[in-house]
């Protein structure tokens, strides 16, 4: 075994997963395997709750800053799982930063770099299946983007609020471990962690900054959601 320091970085797909651990134990024991023999020393762990298909990382942007800081690799637990996450590939490729992942320690930059061709080639092939949906939806009557005299199906109807929650979940998920970051830094009131927030340029639900009402209703969403 090879000697080194390495900034382990795990990403779980939801918020619940990352309370429950699902997901997140199993990576951190194959971080743990992998480092149990030789000089290899775990100098931080960072956690992105996040699903795969959003660009935004600020984690894994700690992450890649902590290894450049302190002169390590970065640590993941299992590549084939990230093997089709082309923002992780692409920011991992432009970031400078060496990588090992425990379950392929062979693999290198080269093989980065294809599986973030794939991995865009993907995505594109996903858009393209989601704008077909969305002109057959229109075919049948639907008008995008509101009612305009047509009344959308049930099917529709169902779809759309669907979509609308996951998003409005996945959003939650997004600004949770950001509000108990600047909790923790201090922000105790709804105004505080609305500065916070737009300090750090991250824009409201509908863009623009943040206020009181709009932290607090974050905060109502982030505690109803299940455990």
Request: include cysteine; charge should be positive; hydrophobic fraction near 45%.
């Amino acid at each position: 075994m090879t000697q080194g320091k390495f900034v382990a970085y795990y990403r779980v797909s939801t918020q619940k997963q990352g309370r429950s651990g699902l997901g997140l134990d199993a990576q951190k024991e194959a971080v743990r395997t992998f480092l149990s023999g030789g000089s290899l020393k775990l100098l931080a762990e960072v956690v992105e709750i996040e699903s795969g298909k959003k660009d935004d990382r600020p984690k894994l942007a700690e992450a890649l800053r902590l290894c450049r800081l302190l002169g390590a690799r970065l640590l993941i637990a299992k590549l084939d799982r990230l093997s089709r996450d082309a923002h992780f590939l692409l920011g991992l490729q432009k970031s400078g930063v060496q990588f090992t992942a425990a379950d392929m320690p062979e693999a290198n930059e080269m093989v980065v770099g294809i599986m973030a061709v794939v991995a865009q080639a993907e995505r594109k092939m996903i858009s393209a299946r989601t704008k077909a949906a969305l002109a057959a939806a229109k075919a049948r009557g639907t008008v995008l983007g509101g009612h305009r005299g047509v009344t959308p199906s049930r099917e529709d109807q169902e779809a759309g609020r669907a979509t609308q929650a996951a998003r409005a979940l996945a959003r939650v998920a997004d600004l949770s471990p950001v509000i108990r970051d600047l909790q923790a830094s201090g922000a105790h009131s709804l105004g505080a962690i609305a500065r916070g927030l737009n300090e750090r340029g991250i824009p409201a639900a509908r863009g623009g900054s943040w206020s009181p009402m709009q932290v607090s209703r974050v905060l109502r969403q982030a505690a109803a959601r299940p455990l």
